[in-house]
């Protein structure tokens, strides 16, 4: 995962998910494929550090898997947390309310803090 992180975005680090996108979407962009099922790209998961990350954030390994794996998906339909605030705070706002649907029972905050 370090070198695809490396090889794709320039960081030399370890991180949980990264992206593929098949496609250039824009956040809550048209989805229309004409009603045929579309691959909208990969999403690459780093299970050690998935698991690291529950046992620091007190969570089960699946709560954090499924938080990653919704982050991920995000990213194939357009969402950016990294050009600006307002768009990481729309992303992270999706992805708080797709994880509590997926996982109501789970304890959820934010790991994210903004200025």
């Keep these: 995962m ?5 090889e794709h975005r320039g960081i030399p680090k370890t991180t949980d998910v990264l992206s593929f ?3 250039e979407l824009e956040e809550g962009g048209d989805l229309d494929f004409a009603g045929q ?8 998961l780093c299970l050690e550090r998935i698991d690291r990350q ?3 954030r007190a969570w089960d390994f ?6 990653c794996l919704v ?4 990213h194939l339909l357009g969402f950016d947390h990294e050009a600006n ?3 990481a ?9 797709i994880f509590a649907k997926l996982r109501p029972n789970t304890r959820y905050e934010s790991f994210i803090e903004f200025e």
Excluded: C, S, T, W
């Excluded at 699946?62 to 938080?67: A, G, S, W, Y």
């Excluded at 982050?71 to 995000?74: D, F, N, S």
């Excluded at 705070?89 to 309310?97: P, S, T």
């Design 2 to 6: 370090r070198e695809l992180n490396r």
């Design 71 to 74: 982050h991920g998906v995000l």
């Design 37 to 44: 099922p579309v691959l909208l790209g990969d999403v690459v």
């Design 21 to 23: 996108p098949l496609h």
């Design 85 to 87: 605030d307002e768009d």
């Design 89 to 97: 705070r729309k992303m992270y706002a999706r992805q708080a309310e």
């Design 62 to 67: 699946e709560d954090e898997l499924i938080f």
């Design 54 to 56: 529950a046992r620091e």
